[in-house]
């Protein structure tokens, strides 16, 4: 592992769905144990980013290093097997399989990862809904099981795409009430949120991107002073 704490670092990373250039040279960090949030409107190359770093695009370039190991050459199995885990904005549960099935499905990236009945604790609602068929889970509930099922896994460094995208207030703050918990346990996560009020008391530090760039990167602590810029790149 590396010594200076940083879990993932990009630089310069360019990516291409066919022949659309759609990242032109992003650069962040992204240390060990933090949140970091990915802010911008639609369009702005945030979940590009998430893709590109697990090599889930048509083509990239540049540097993506996970945990100390450059992996932009990597193809993508070969990446989460680091201990990433990715939850996509889709979410992607198998409708003919149980809550327990679809969490028992992925299989182990790395060891040292939660137990089911930790899992459960976590997410009571999972629990309740253990035998219910994947289609039957309300949206807030699918949510939390595609959440789940990648801590199963082992991984440590978690990027999660909209999670909050169309749910009910008080699943986003049951949502944020894990992530809390998430961090507490040293998971890293970069939250890739249109919903600025879920993520800006959760994250240590946030990056802005527009047209496929970052644009601004800032503290927490910086946040209040930086209310009129947000303001102008997502009308927040």
């Not at 040279?25 to 970091?36: D, F, Q």
């Not at 169309?166 to 961090?183: M, N």
């Not at 040293?186 to 919903?195: A, K, S, Y």
Request: proline fraction near 3%; include cysteine.
């Amino acid at each position: 592992m590396p010594e200076n704490g940083e879990m993932l670092r990009v630089a310069d990373l360019h990516a291409w769905y066919g022949e659309s250039h759609v990242l032109h040279g992003v650069n962040l960090v992204v240390n060990r144990g933090e949140v970091v949030t990915l802010l911008g409107r639609n369009g702005a190359g945030r979940t590009s980013t998430l893709k590109s770093v697990l090599g889930m695009v048509g083509r990239r370039s540049g540097s993506v290093v996970v945990n100390g190991v450059e992996v932009i050459a990597l193809p993508s199995y070969q990446i989460v097997r680091l201990g990433l885990g990715y939850c996509p904005e889709e979410r992607g549960i198998f409708a003919s399989l149980s809550t327990e099935e679809n969490l028992l499905l992925p299989p182990q990236v790395q060891g040292g990862g939660m137990s089911v009945d930790e899992i459960y604790q976590m997410f009571p609602n999972l629990k309740e809904r253990r035998a219910s068929q994947g289609t039957r889970l309300s949206g807030g509930e699918q949510q939390m099981l595609a959440m789940a099922r990648i801590l199963r896994t082992g991984a440590r460094l978690l990027l999660l795409d909209e999670i909050t995208e169309g749910l009910a207030p008080v699943i986003v703050q049951a949502l944020a009430r894990v992530i809390r918990q998430l961090k507490e346990r040293g998971f890293t996560i970069v939250l890739v949120e249109q919903n600025f009020r879920f993520a800006a008391p959760l994250a240590d530090r946030h990056y802005v991107m527009e047209h496929g760039r970052i644009a601004q990167s800032f503290t927490a602590a910086e946040l209040e002073s930086k209310m009129d810029m947000l303001r102008d790149y997502l009308g927040v």
